[in-house]
């Protein structure tokens, strides 16, 4: 892994930048202003993941992380692919930074997601859709008799006071071959899994702080997060 500076903040510049880019989202204005992204977002982003991916190592000793920006790695690409969007924006205008676990492919993986933009900030955690076999393990974990109630106490803390947004609810109806009168089957509707917490204040992005805070929502986060590894596992075992 390559050796990276110590993450002192991301300066003023980022928030800056990403604010001209959503007024400037075309590709003759990112090259007059790419070494700014450069310096003000990849540089600083590359020595927070590592900083916070070894804060995560002490409570999930298998979380991956990678501060490569080819996209392989945990900072998201800036560019979007168009191709089969509505949106011809050409350009992110928030910055994304992944940090998973597990065998299969990152975006697939249970994790969690740190993102900022132009305004506002938030730490995100769990899986945004399941594949296939992850979506089968997961029904069968929601009614097994052990896992079930694991996971019911894992949200249970984040949803108090609502300070977290559960997620990935989509299904009006239980699938079939189980049993919608379940006392769990409202989990049955998801086809994700996910907690996220936002925030406006973006002061602390400019401080080594920011790594601080990151950290103490991943850890309230990561009994979800063990309990999806469990569920990621068995799919994977089974194949």
Known sequence: ???VPPFAGFPPAASRFL????AHND???FQAHKQTYLKAIVVPAQSFVVALGGRLQKILPN???????????????????VRFS????????????????????????PGFGIYFEDGGWGVHGGIERFPEPVLEAYRHAVVDASLGPELEAAVAPLRKGRRYEIG??????VPRGFDADHPRAKW???DGLWATRGFEDTKVLATPAFV??????CREMAPLHRWLVTVDRRAHTRR
């Not at 979380?63 to 692919?81: A, M």
């Not at 011809?88 to 597990?102: I, L, S």
């Open 27 to 29: 590709g003759e204005w």
């Open 86 to 109: 509505k949106d011809k924006h050409p350009f992110y205008t928030h910055v994304r930074m992944a940090f998973w676990e597990g065998p299969g492919k990152k975006r697939e993986s």
């Open 212 to 217: 601080d805070r990151c950290f103490e929502l």
């Open 188 to 190: 049955l509707l998801h």
């Open 19 to 22: 604010h001209d880019l959503e």
């Open 1 to 3: 892994m390559p050796s």
């Open 63 to 81: 979380i991956r992380y990678d501060p490569r920006t080819d996209g392989r790695g945990s900072l998201g690409r800036i560019y979007r692919d």
């Open 168 to 173: 990935g609810l989509t299904y009006a109806r």
